[in-house]
């Protein structure tokens, strides 16, 4: 899908003005709204849980995008598809039952999403390719914003185009951490249509600039 989906990252927002810098990226063209959910445990920082998504929902038509990186994730799954998650993204390394986890957020009317660290090998997500809409492909470890982007991930974008499209279904793949004008054309050339942003869009002063660059960036 051409050009790629931009989703900014409000993780690199102004959290104490969350919803006018939600409202500003919608005005700005952005596709989807990307929510970071971290719990100091799967990974070294502490973000927001539902309660936010929860507030922020009736201030916006955006796709809610939710990033989940916590372990464990089935008992908090519910929670997001209550507080307003269009797609619930969870990591292959959050724990044994991957499987599972994504036939929950299925049965919650929820999308769901694989992500996948860099140091997880592509073939990882082979037995969970026909439950997903959507990959994640990690390209920071996660955590922060405002990483260097690796390009030793654009290998495994390519596979993982590969495995995708082989299963003949329409699955999006997305490309997480370091997302900048340069680095959107190496990701959507190696086969990723969905763009996370947070500092190439919230670092900017102009959001809707910052966007329209990085989809036309990112148009192959
Ligand atoms: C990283 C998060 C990202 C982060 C991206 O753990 O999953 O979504 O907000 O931030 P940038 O675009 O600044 O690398
Ligand atoms: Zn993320």
Not at 35 to 49: R, T
Not at 104 to 115: C, D, F, N, Y
Not at 139 to 160: A, E, H, Y
Not at 180 to 188: F, G, I, K, N, R
Request: a negative charge.
């Amino acid at each position: 899908h051409f050009p790629p989906l931009i989703a900014p990252s409000v993780l690199s927002a102004d959290f104490s003005r969350m919803a006018e810098e939600v409202i500003a990226v919608e005005r700005g063209g952005a596709d989807w709204l990307h929510l970071d959910v971290m719990d100091g445990h799967f990974v070294p920082n502490l973000s927001f849980g539902p309660q936010l998504i929860k507030a922020l929902r009736p201030q916006s038509g955006l796709v809610f995008d939710v990033h989940l990186m916590i372990a464990p994730v089935d008992p908090y799954l519910e929670m997001f598809a209550r507080a307003g998650a269009d797609h619930i993204h969870l990591h292959i390394e959050a724990g044994p039952h991957t499987h599972r986890s994504l036939q929950q957020v299925r049965a919650l009317g929820v999308k769901p999403g694989v992500a996948i660290c860099p140091a997880t090998p592509p073939e990882a997500v082979a037995e969970v390719l026909d439950l997903v809409d959507m990959i994640l492909v990690m390209t920071v470890n996660p955590g922060f914003g405002g990483q260097k982007f690796l390009t030793s991930q654009l290998d495994k974008i390519r596979t993982l185009r590969r495995m995708a499209d082989a299963t003949g279904r329409d699955i999006r793949i997305g490309v997480d951490g370091g997302v900048d004008v340069e680095t959107a054309a190496l990701a959507t050339a190696a086969g990723a249509d969905m763009l996370v942003a947070g500092t190439s869009v919230y670092g900017q002063p102009d959001y809707g600039r910052a966007i329209t660059a990085l989809r036309e960036a990112g148009r192959r």
